[in-house]
Nanobody
Framework: VQLQASGGGLVQAGGSLRLSCLASGRTSTSNAMAWFRQAPGKEREFVGT????????YVSDSVKGRFTISRDDAKNMMYLQMNSLKAEDTAVYYCAADSPRTVFRATVVEIARYDTWGQGTLVTVSR
């Protein structure tokens, strides 16, 4: 599986952006995909995940009510709709996918669960 994230940019606080993640290759072997983010000088943190079997989603408390994860199986796309953006949302956003090798390694909120990562897309939220 290869992943390509896009859609980042500069937005004012309170604005919206939609990130996209295009998956190519043997996507049928993945169980879950996720978004993580990494702000300057901070560790990479979990944002949200979507089950590729059930479509169920889960997002972190820090973005709950503002961010939504969705997918379009026909296009092999995963999306992160970000509303009511805050300055603290500024980060490089990464999409990730797990595999049969990692599905039992960690939970869906942990970095170790995912062994395929996109290149990241920068989101900058100005005050």
């Amino acid at each position: 599986v290869q992943l390509q994230a896009s859609g980042g940019g500069l937005v004012q606080a309170g604005g919206s952006l939609r990130l996209s993640c295009l998956a190519s290759g043997r996507t049928s072997t993945s169980n879950a995909m996720a978004w993580f983010r990494q702000a300057p000088g901070k560790e990479r943190e979990f944002v949200g995940t979507i089950s590729l079997s059930s479509g169920s989603t889960y997002v972190s408390d820090s973005v709950k009510g503002r961010f939504t994860i969705s997918r379009d199986d026909a296009k092999n796309m995963m999306y992160l709709q970000m509303n009511s953006l805050k300055a603290e949302d500024t980060a490089v956003y990464y999409c990730a996918a797990d595999s049969p090798r990692t599905v039992f390694r960690a939970t869906v909120v942990e970095i170790a669960r995912y062994d395929t990562w996109g290149q990241g897309t920068l989101v900058t939220v100005s005050r």
